[in-house]
């Protein structure tokens, strides 16, 4: 009966494993079809600072707007990037965030954007090149561009890689570590790369508004990268009492649903509009 349960159970496994490689291997026909047929796009979500409250930059995050409904990253950036396809993407969103840079400025909307990019993108340096060419293209300053790396990528990338993003930097762009306190960072390696600014990632500061322990640690660490003269954002802000934390222990830019949650493109604008319009009226 042990060996007629064991074997139901490797069936079962079995059963398991060969739908999840049906299931990719449909993600990834879908994701070729998603490219042919355009069917990412992008939404904005703020950043404020501290101090004025005004708007610094914002950050695109790709949408899929998949014929059953909108797709978040999380359910196909993954395959995407073991794929190689996230090579395709990312070049559509480097090529669109060019575009939107231009437009919003033409609207009166001069906002830096950030763009998100994965290990895959950056294997290849053709993708500076591209990234260079596409902001050209569409006549966009290096200064209204932003790159978001990864901690974990940060402290792994090739010495090529490293140049590449300083050139950008010296152009003027900004460079950020995403998802800090998720990886291991080395102290050294932090301090040597050419960077501004450091994103904290949501679950560091989950617990700030509750835990003395937290609050410390996140202390410690915004001195840490203030030490470095990095900027620190705090990212996934839900709540106004963790904005406040957060910005009496020193955090100098929020990003979060309690600010705004990522809009498209109109919404953005209109909301950045409004804001700027409430900031002339107090000032
Ligand atoms: P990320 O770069 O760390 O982006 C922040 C994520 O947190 C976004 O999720 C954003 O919508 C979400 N978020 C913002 N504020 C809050 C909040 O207050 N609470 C909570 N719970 N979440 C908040 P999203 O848009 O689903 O993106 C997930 C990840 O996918 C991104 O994490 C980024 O790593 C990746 N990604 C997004 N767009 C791109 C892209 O164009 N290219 C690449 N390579 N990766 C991308
Ligand atoms: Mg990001
Ligand atoms: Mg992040
Ligand atoms: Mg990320």
């Not at 050294?188 to 835990?211: F, H, T």
């Amino acid at each position: 009966r042990a060996k007629a349960a064991g074997r139901g159970r490797v069936e079962h496994f079995s059963d398991n494993l060969a739908a999840e490689i049906a299931d990719s291997i449909q993600l990834e026909s879908d994701l070729r079809e998603a490219i042919d047929q355009q069917q990412f796009g992008l939404v904005f979500q703020p950043q404020i600072s501290v101090r004025r409250g005004e708007i610094v930059a914002a950050e695109a995050l790709l949408r899929w707007r998949h014929p059953d409904g909108e797709r978040l990253p999380a359910s196909f950036i993954r395959r995407a990037e073991e794929t190689g396809l996230i090579v395709e993407i990312g070049d559509w969103v480097v090529a669109e965030v060019a575009k939107t840079i231009t437009r919003w400025a033409d609207a009166g909307v001069e906002q830096r954007l950030a763009i998100n990019v994965s290990q895959r993108q950056l294997d290849h340096v053709a993708f500076f090149r591209g990234l260079r060419q596409a902001m050209q293209n569409a006549r966009a300053p290096a200064a209204m561009l932003e790159l978001e790396i990864s901690e974990t990528l940060a402290m792994n990338c090739n010495e090529d890689v490293i140049d590449a993003i300083a050139a950008l930097r010296r152009d003027g762009a900004t460079i950020s570590i995403d998802d800090f306190g998720t990886g291991y960072s080395n102290l050294a390696r932090l301090r040597e790369l050419p960077l501004d600014r450091v994103k904290l990632d949501p679950s560091m500061i989950a617990n700030v508004v509750e835990s003395t322990e937290a609050r410390a640690v996140i202390q410690a660490v915004i001195s840490l990268v203030h030490g470095l003269q990095y900027e620190v954002v705090a990212e996934g802000i839900e709540s106004s009492a963790q904005a406040k934390v957060l910005g009496v222990i020193g955090c100098d830019v929020l990003q979060g649903y309690a600010v705004a949650r990522p809009m498209p493109e109109d919404a953005f604008i209109a909301w950045a509009r409004n804001r700027d319009d409430r900031a002339a009226v107090s000032a």
